[in-house]
């Protein structure tokens, strides 16, 4: 598991790219603490306008389109990325909850559009 990042993940490097590019400055993998929650550690957070966002790999956060469980163990890992779906979930609801606005991306998503998303989010 040491192999699997937490921060700075190509398409978390590729959005951030952009967003600075656009003249926007955020902080990265920042804490929030949420009321009775362990601290929620988004990709790209901008405090003033309180808008996070995550760039969810396909595979671990169990895209539609991308993520294929492996043969061995299936039961484990169907069970995984369903309990890591549900924390996403409950995760973005306690964020807006707490007056945050969630943008979620998947890693197969270009970053150019995640980035228009994000600008929109915090812009407009």
Do not use: S
């Amino acid at each position: 598991m040491r192999g699997n990042r937490r921060r700075d993940t190509a398409p978390e490097m590729a959005v951030r790219r952009h967003l600075h590019a656009a003249g926007l400055r955020y902080r990265v993998d920042w804490p929030i603490r949420l009321e009775g929650r362990r601290p929620v550690r988004p990709d790209v957070v901008f405090t003033r306008r309180r808008v996070c966002v995550f760039v969810d790999g396909c595979y671990w956060h169990g895209c539609p389109v991308h993520c294929r469980l492996p043969k061995a163990n299936r039961e484990y890992w169907a069970a995984k990325i369903e309990r890591n779906r549900r924390r996403d979930l409950a995760t973005d609801a306690a964020l807006q909850a707490a007056g945050w606005t969630v943008v979620r991306a998947w890693e197969h998503e270009a970053p150019d559009v995640v980035a228009a998303r994000v600008l929109d989010a915090v812009c407009g």
